[in-house]
């Protein structure tokens, strides 16, 4: 099968579409012929090796496993044992290690059925982006009706998902993006929308119930200038590929020193793939109550441009890889 490969880090030139053997899945796994993928930052930190630490993890000369991708839609070609309840032929979406490929192995707890309404292009954006927005929202932010959100950097992959999710949960939704994003931002239902280039939301004398910030590029206590008293603010991901271990370390420790000094809570975010979430997402989609934004759609042999473009920090929505 053809698959993306890297074997020494680096930028996305390292990566080459190669022929390699065709994976069988272990217990409780089943294998996936891929239709469709999608990239996320979480993939240039794999690709880059950084933060630094994580090649503790990953490998420190080079990667252990030298294939990228996890976002994942196709159809089940095989099933491990003690995989239920997916047989052969089943559409499924969700998280596989390796999805840019023909095939791929998935953990059958990672996985979710896609329904028939949905593309499989659009199943692909949800994994990764649609789980951290969901359980960001819902699940740290603990976002009731009539509560107001502010999201910097919604219009980016987990940003639109935020948006969406959090107005169908009751919420008074504002966006924080660039001249050339506000009005895909109101298309997908921000009650309001900051231009950065025109205005500073920590300026504003506005206070919000949950900082939703996918940026990082404001400090600590710009954002909580932001957030009620009783508000919660929530750091995940921003910076670019540069971004150094101390850099993400420093933030991390002032944010732990601070949470013990206000009534401002500052939970962390871990995204949890698991089945549940992905029906939830599987059926707002569905609904038509969420819809993914796809900014561009590249081929397999086009891996290099498509993760460059998320590298570039200008991405609106979802980057998807069409494979089959």
Known sequence: MQAI???????????ELQEI??????EGQVLIRVHAASVNPYDWHFLRGTPSFMRLFIGMRRPKFPRLGSDVAGVVEAVGDKAAPFKPGDAVFGAAKGSFAEYACAAASQLAVKPQEISFEQAACLPVAGITALQGVRDKGKVQTGQTVLINGA???????????????????????????????????????????????ARSAQRYDLLFDLVGN?????CLRAV???????????GGP???????????????VRSCFTSQKMPGLLAKINRQDLAILADLVQR??????VDRIYSLGEIVEAVRHVESGHVRGKVVIAVA
């Open 21 to 26: 053997p065709k994976p069988t899945p272990a």
């Open 288 to 293: 038509g109550t969420v819809i993914p934004v």
């Open 5 to 15: 490969v890297y074997h020494r880090y680096g930028s996305p030139d390292v990566l």
């Open 242 to 256: 540069d971004r150094s271990t101390m850099d993400l370390l420093a933030g991390m420790l002032q944010n732990a």
């Open 155 to 201: 219009a980016g992959g987990v940003g639109t998902f935020a948006v969406q999710i959090a107005k169908s949960l009751g919420a008074r939704v504002t966006g924080v993006c660039s001249t050339r994003n506000v009005e895909l931002l109101r298309s997908i239902g921000a009650d309001e929308v900051i231009d950065y280039t025109r205005e500073d939301f």
């Open 218 to 222: 404001r400090s600590l206590a710009d």
């Open 228 to 238: 009620q008293p009783q508000g919660t603010y929530i750091s995940c991901g921003g």
